[in-house]
Protein backbone atom coordinates (compact mmCIF):
# COMPACT_ATOMS: atom_id res chain seq x y z
CA UNK A 1 0.00 0.00 0.00
CA UNK A 2 1.43 3.15 -0.99
CA UNK A 3 2.42 5.24 2.23
CA UNK A 4 1.77 8.70 1.08
CA UNK A 5 -2.23 7.80 0.04
CA UNK A 6 -2.59 6.64 3.83
CA UNK A 7 -0.76 9.90 5.32
CA UNK A 8 -1.99 12.53 2.85
CA UNK A 9 -5.83 10.74 4.06
CA UNK A 10 -4.77 11.77 7.52
CA UNK A 11 -4.48 8.12 9.00
CA UNK A 12 -2.12 6.96 11.38
CA UNK A 13 -0.41 3.50 10.19
CA UNK A 14 1.85 0.55 10.89
CA UNK A 15 3.08 -1.26 7.94
CA UNK A 16 5.19 -4.27 7.42
CA UNK A 17 5.35 -5.75 4.28
CA UNK A 18 1.69 -6.61 2.99
CA UNK A 19 0.78 -5.96 6.51
CA UNK A 20 -1.21 -2.73 7.23
CA UNK A 21 -2.47 -1.41 10.51
CA UNK A 22 -4.81 1.67 10.36
CA UNK A 23 -5.25 3.84 13.73
CA UNK A 24 -8.98 5.71 13.80
CA UNK A 25 -10.54 7.15 16.44
CA UNK A 26 -13.96 5.75 15.27
CA UNK A 27 -15.87 3.09 13.82
CA UNK A 28 -17.04 4.82 11.19
CA UNK A 29 -13.59 6.69 10.91
CA UNK A 30 -12.15 2.93 10.29
CA UNK A 31 -14.77 1.80 7.50
CA UNK A 32 -14.24 4.90 5.63
CA UNK A 33 -10.39 4.01 6.12
CA UNK A 34 -10.75 0.88 5.08
CA UNK A 35 -12.76 1.87 1.96
CA UNK A 36 -9.68 4.62 1.53
CA UNK A 37 -7.48 1.72 1.47
CA UNK A 38 -9.37 -0.33 -1.04
CA UNK A 39 -9.45 2.10 -3.25
CA UNK A 40 -5.46 3.06 -3.02
CA UNK A 41 -4.97 -0.52 -3.43
CA UNK A 42 -7.23 -1.16 -6.84
CA UNK A 43 -5.38 1.49 -8.17
CA UNK A 44 -2.31 -0.45 -7.65
CA UNK A 45 -3.90 -3.78 -9.16
CA UNK A 46 -4.58 -5.12 -6.01
CA UNK A 47 -6.92 -6.31 -3.19
CA UNK A 48 -7.69 -6.14 0.27
CA UNK A 49 -7.63 -10.35 1.85
CA UNK A 50 -11.01 -10.25 3.19
CA UNK A 51 -10.08 -13.09 5.61
CA UNK A 52 -6.99 -10.79 6.93
CA UNK A 53 -9.02 -7.48 6.86
CA UNK A 54 -11.28 -6.92 10.20
CA UNK A 55 -12.09 -3.47 11.96
CA UNK A 56 -11.61 -3.64 15.52
CA UNK A 57 -11.10 -1.78 18.41
CA UNK A 58 -8.20 -2.55 21.73
CA UNK A 59 -11.49 -3.19 23.57
CA UNK A 60 -12.16 -6.08 21.62
CA UNK A 61 -8.53 -6.91 20.61
CA UNK A 62 -7.00 -7.59 17.67
CA UNK A 63 -3.82 -9.98 16.73
CA UNK A 64 -1.47 -8.03 14.51
CA UNK A 65 1.96 -9.66 13.52
CA UNK A 66 1.98 -12.62 15.76
CA UNK A 67 1.17 -10.36 19.15
CA UNK A 68 -2.57 -9.93 20.34
CA UNK A 69 -3.01 -6.12 21.42
CA UNK A 70 -6.00 -5.88 24.23
CA UNK A 71 -7.20 -2.68 25.58
CA UNK A 72 -4.27 -2.55 28.48
CA UNK A 73 -1.85 -5.03 27.58
CA UNK A 74 0.16 -7.21 24.12
CA UNK A 75 0.41 -10.40 24.13
CA UNK A 76 0.64 -13.65 21.59
CA UNK A 77 -1.54 -14.54 19.02
CA UNK A 78 -3.54 -17.02 18.76
CA UNK A 79 -2.20 -17.84 15.48
CA UNK A 80 1.52 -17.98 16.41
CA UNK A 81 1.10 -19.53 19.60
CA UNK A 82 -0.56 -22.41 17.61
CA UNK A 83 1.47 -22.76 14.98
CA UNK A 84 4.69 -22.81 17.88
CA UNK A 85 2.84 -25.58 19.58
CA UNK A 86 2.93 -27.07 16.59
CA UNK A 87 6.51 -26.91 15.88
CA UNK A 88 7.67 -27.71 19.36
CA UNK A 89 5.64 -31.16 19.09
CA UNK A 90 6.87 -32.23 16.07
CA UNK A 91 10.55 -31.67 16.94
CA UNK A 92 9.51 -33.89 20.91
CA UNK A 93 8.04 -36.14 18.67
CA UNK A 94 8.44 -40.01 20.68
CA UNK A 95 8.49 -41.89 17.43
CA UNK A 96 11.74 -40.85 15.82
CA UNK A 97 13.93 -43.78 16.61
CA UNK A 98 17.35 -43.47 18.03
CA UNK A 99 18.02 -40.18 18.09
CA UNK A 100 19.65 -38.75 21.30
CA UNK A 101 17.97 -36.21 23.12
CA UNK A 102 20.74 -34.16 22.93
CA UNK A 103 20.35 -33.93 19.02
CA UNK A 104 16.18 -32.95 19.49
CA UNK A 105 17.37 -30.27 22.16
CA UNK A 106 19.73 -28.53 19.82
CA UNK A 107 17.02 -28.85 16.92
CA UNK A 108 14.47 -27.18 19.43
CA UNK A 109 16.60 -24.84 20.68
CA UNK A 110 16.96 -22.06 17.74
CA UNK A 111 13.01 -22.58 17.37
CA UNK A 112 12.65 -21.47 21.17
CA UNK A 113 14.77 -18.65 21.51
CA UNK A 114 14.03 -17.32 18.17
CA UNK A 115 10.35 -17.67 19.04
CA UNK A 116 10.63 -15.99 22.89
CA UNK A 117 12.67 -13.37 21.66
CA UNK A 118 10.48 -11.81 19.11
CA UNK A 119 7.73 -12.03 22.25
CA UNK A 120 9.96 -11.33 24.79
CA UNK A 121 8.38 -7.53 24.83
CA UNK A 122 4.50 -8.64 25.90
CA UNK A 123 3.18 -9.24 28.92
CA UNK A 124 4.08 -12.58 28.53
CA UNK A 125 5.76 -13.89 31.67
CA UNK A 126 3.46 -16.38 32.77
CA UNK A 127 3.05 -17.77 29.50
CA UNK A 128 6.83 -18.19 29.03
CA UNK A 129 6.86 -20.26 32.59
CA UNK A 130 3.79 -22.51 31.53
CA UNK A 131 5.40 -23.08 28.04
CA UNK A 132 8.90 -23.55 29.65
CA UNK A 133 6.80 -26.61 31.91
CA UNK A 134 5.48 -27.99 28.97
CA UNK A 135 8.51 -27.99 26.86
CA UNK A 136 9.88 -30.24 29.86
CA UNK A 137 7.52 -32.29 29.97
CA UNK A 138 7.58 -33.26 26.49
CA UNK A 139 11.08 -33.90 26.81
CA UNK A 140 10.61 -36.03 29.60
CA UNK A 141 8.15 -37.78 27.76
CA UNK A 142 10.78 -38.36 24.73
CA UNK A 143 13.14 -39.32 27.41
CA UNK A 144 10.90 -41.81 28.79
CA UNK A 145 10.01 -43.53 25.85
CA UNK A 146 13.36 -44.37 25.08
CA UNK A 147 15.06 -45.09 28.59
CA UNK A 148 13.68 -46.87 31.98
CA UNK A 149 15.45 -46.92 35.20
CA UNK A 150 15.06 -50.39 36.63
CA UNK A 151 11.53 -50.71 35.16
CA UNK A 152 10.56 -47.15 36.63
CA UNK A 153 10.36 -43.91 34.60
CA UNK A 154 13.11 -41.89 35.56
CA UNK A 155 12.27 -38.33 36.13
CA UNK A 156 14.65 -35.70 34.77
CA UNK A 157 14.49 -32.65 36.44
CA UNK A 158 14.58 -29.13 35.18
CA UNK A 159 17.75 -28.81 36.29
CA UNK A 160 19.36 -31.83 34.50
CA UNK A 161 17.69 -30.45 31.45
CA UNK A 162 19.28 -27.62 31.59
CA UNK A 163 22.31 -29.40 32.27
CA UNK A 164 21.25 -31.05 28.75
CA UNK A 165 21.38 -27.84 27.37
CA UNK A 166 17.25 -27.03 26.99
CA UNK A 167 16.63 -22.97 26.71
CA UNK A 168 14.39 -21.62 28.50
CA UNK A 169 11.86 -18.97 27.32
CA UNK A 170 11.22 -17.52 30.52
CA UNK A 171 15.19 -16.20 30.72
CA UNK A 172 14.57 -14.27 27.23
CA UNK A 173 12.22 -11.50 29.15
CA UNK A 174 13.93 -8.72 30.52
CA UNK A 175 12.21 -7.60 33.82
CA UNK A 176 12.42 -4.61 33.66
CA UNK A 177 10.59 -4.06 30.31
CA UNK A 178 7.55 -5.80 31.16
CA UNK A 179 6.48 -2.10 32.68
CA UNK A 180 7.33 -0.17 30.55
CA UNK A 181 4.95 -1.18 27.51
CA UNK A 182 2.60 1.56 28.73
CA UNK A 183 4.26 4.12 29.68
CA UNK A 184 4.14 7.54 28.02
CA UNK A 185 7.26 8.71 25.95
CA UNK A 186 8.97 11.99 27.58
Known amino acids: MHIDGLQAAGY ?18 AETALQRAGELLSRLKLRLSAEKTVISSFQEGFDFLGFHFGRRYIGVGKKSLKSFYAKVREATRRNQGDIPVEHVISEMNPKLTGWANYHRYGNNLVLFRNLDKWIRNRVRAYLRRRWRDRGRWKIHSAEELDQMGLARMEWRIPRHQQLKLFESPR
Open 12 to 29: AHVRYADDVLILCRTREE
